[in-house]
């Protein structure tokens, strides 16, 4: 555990859920109040004093990501970004993997029915992701893109970026859905052509917080299809004429977002600014490992990468001959909040968890190999 950066949240001990939903810090939660009870007294001078707090959680964001203020745009969440980047490409085939997050799937079919750049599924070895030789084995003249999953959901797999990038050349975008890497995984965003992030899970935001940071060949090669109000040149200026996109990664934006969501982006990032990335990527592995010699040890089979350094945040696992929502009703009885999938469970710690959640793991699934022994399997 990061004891300092524990110190800041509030979340039980045995919470082990964070690639489904990050529990917010006290630090988000009292932005998020003031910026409430601020609009409840608002004067002549409230909005834009409110707004600002979109540039201070852009800046943030753009600073971890490794870009700048005029490449990064704030989302309500990451399958806007998504949508933004599959309608954007006039044409051409796009490689995402089909096993992926829904996230990354339903962008580019819809995209494809208009007539767009159409997906084509790589199909990642079982227990694997995407790697550099199963794209190269894939690409063809038409592929324009690739877009993938920084961390799988489903395993914790961790992409190669930079050999990704290698593999496809500078002229193909790398589209990349960073959600369940960004703020617990130091990868080489830059590598990235397009990046997109949502704030509720690692990053501990909050609902409705995201972004995304876009190359300069992403801004030449996107079209701005989906460009807003907010996202045009002059866009203070209402003379009932179509504007220009703006040259910069704001050309993504749609309508102003919730400046009160904003203020819990900004203080969230900061946070994670503060202590750094590298710190928490270091917290998390060691609780990983601890959990998997854990489920190992009790009987269940880690279905997530072996290498530590091919998997983030993430540690899947099955217990052969148990139903995982048995399984997770163990778990539960001893304060373990797991995600439960149909064939397997997910334990996905955060740089604030104690030991003691390993400890509720193990006395949970050694009372599931009690009831075993009782029943005489």
Do not use: C
């Not at 007539?115 to 084509?120: K, L």
């Not at 999938?341 to 604030?352: G, V």
């Amino acid at each position: 555990m990061l004891t300092p950066y524990a110190a800041h949240f509030d979340a039980p001990a045995g919470y082990l859920d964070f690639a489904r939903f990050g529990p917010p810090s006290r630090d988000a939660v009292d932005a998020t109040a003031r910026a409430v009870e601020a609009s409840a007294r608002a004067t002549h001078a409230t909005v834009d004093e409110l707004m600002r707090a979109e540039e201070a959680a852009r800046d943030a964001a753009a600073r971890l990501a490794g870009a700048d203020a005029a490449h990064t745009v704030l989302l309500p969440n990451a399958s806007t970004g998504l949508f933004h980047a599959a309608f954007g490409l006039p044409h051409g085939t796009v490689l995402a993997p089909r096993g992926d997050f829904p996230s990354n799937q339903y962008p580019w079919r819809r995209a494809a029915e208009l007539g767009r750049a159409a997906p084509r599924w790589l199909e990642p070895a079982p227990g694997s992701g995407v790697t550099p030789d199963l794209v190269r084995e894939s690409l063809t003249d038409e592929v324009v893109a690739l877009s993938v999953s920084a961390v799988d959901f489903r395993t914790g797999f961790k992409v190669d970026l930079a050999a990704l990038r290698e593999v496809i050349g500078p002229d193909r975008l790398l589209v990349v859905d960073a959600i369940q890497a960004f703020g617990v995984a130091e990868m080489p965003w830059q590598a990235a052509d397009v990046v997109i992030a949502g704030g509720q899970k690692w990053l501990r935001a909050g609902w409705s917080t995201g972004f995304a940071t876009l190359s300069d060949r992403a801004l030449e090669v996107l079209q701005p299809v989906l460009t807003g109000w907010t996202g045009v040149q002059d866009v203070g200026v209402f003379d009932g004429i179509e504007h220009p996109p703006a040259p910069d990664a704001r050309r993504w934006s749609i309508t102003n977002l919730s400046p009160v969501t904003a203020a819990s982006f900004a203080a969230a990032l900061e946070l994670v600014e503060r202590y750094g990335v590298a710190a928490i990527e270091s917290a998390v592995a060691a609780r990983i490992a601890e959990l998997a010699e854990t489920v190992e040890k009790f009987g269940g089979r880690v279905l997530s990468p072996a290498d530590p350094a091919r998997r983030a945040g993430i540690l899947s696992f099955a217990v052969p001959g148990h139903d995982p929502a048995a399984v997770a009703r163990a778990l539960h009885r001893h304060g373990v909040t797991p995600t439960v999938r149909a064939d397997s469970l997910r334990l996905s710690p955060h740089a604030s968890t104690p030991a003691a959640a390993v400890q509720r793991v193990a006395a949970a699934l050694a009372s599931v190999q009690a009831s075993d022994e009782r029943a005489g399997t």
